[in-house]
């Protein structure tokens, strides 16, 4: 059983590492350990502090400061979406691809909107411009 689970780790830590280089990162051994906390849950919002206190249990923890460090990286790489809320706190998606946000002001909870419930939105740039993204974040609160 232990053999068989070590296997995994290695299959996972090889997958991962396989996705970082693909995106021009070096896969160190702390941004791999990053890696498999952060795509081993699919797609999911998180913040840095939530990736720190995931990873205490690590055995070479990160510090805050390194895990700052590897999502700005990650994102840079567009390996993750950076998605920055009024209250000054940055948050980061595993699904980088358009799509738009539900933030829950009461409970600091991030979510997607249904694609099904998603408008058209045709805006032309101006001269010269390409759009890039358009961040849509609805923010609500318990009624």
Known sequence: MEVRLKTQEQAIDGLIRRKLEAAGVRPTRQRVDLGRVIFGAGDWHFTAEMIYQETRTIRFAPTLGTIYNT??????????????????????????????????????ELSDIPDEWLP??????????????????VRVKKA
Not at 126 to 133: K, N, T, V
């Open 120 to 137: 058209t939105i045709d805006i032309p740039p101006p001269d010269g411009m390409r759009i890039a993204a358009i961040d849509v974040i």
């Open 71 to 108: 999502l700005n990286e990650f994102a840079r790489c567009g390996l993750l979406r950076e998605i920055a809320i009024y209250d000054a706190k940055l948050w980061y998606d595993t699904k980088t691809g358009p799509h738009f946000h539900f933030y829950r002001e009461d409970t600091e």
